[in-house]
């Protein structure tokens, strides 16, 4: 049974927007630092944003920096990772991954500084015209 589940990717057109969601079951998601990560076909996984458990602190990688938006909604155990300005670039299969809080509240989206206790099944985002 997945603790994590991705949704909200589709195709969409360069300059329009699209909202993933990550819900969680089985876990109290305030206890979770979450990040999105993306990989498109032959390339590495990215570290897209980053929302530590309260929701106060945020961290983007510099390609997205002014049109993602990553948001979390406690209350409902769910995460946003709202896409606006969409580029072709942006082409991926996004997922996001939870760590626990009990094992530190680092936030970052650099690659393997941190590991990750639960990782979703990942929803596809196309952006072409």
């Known amino acids: 049974q997945s603790q994590l589940m991705e949704s909200g990717g589709g195709l969409v057109e360069p300059g329009g927007s699209l909202r993933l969601s990550c819900a969680a079951s089985g876990i109290t998601l305030y206890y979770f630092t979450i990040t999105w990560f993306r990989q498109a076909p032959g390339k590495e996984h990215e570290g897209v944003a980053c929302i530590s458990s309260s929701g106060d602190g945020t961290v983007y990688v510099d390609s997205v920096k002014g049109r993602f938006t990553i948001s979390r909604d406690n209350p409902k155990n769910t995460v946003y990772l709202q896409m606006d300005g969409l580029k072709p670039e942006d082409t991926a299969t996004y997922y996001c991954?939870?760590?626990?809080?009990?094992?530190?509240?680092?936030?970052?989206?650099?690659?393997?500084?941190?590991?990750?206790?639960?990782w979703g099944q990942g929803t596809q985002v196309t952006v072409s015209s």
């Open positions: 991954a939870a760590r626990s809080t009990l094992r530190g509240t680092r936030c970052t989206t650099e690659p393997h500084k941190v590991n990750y206790d639960y």
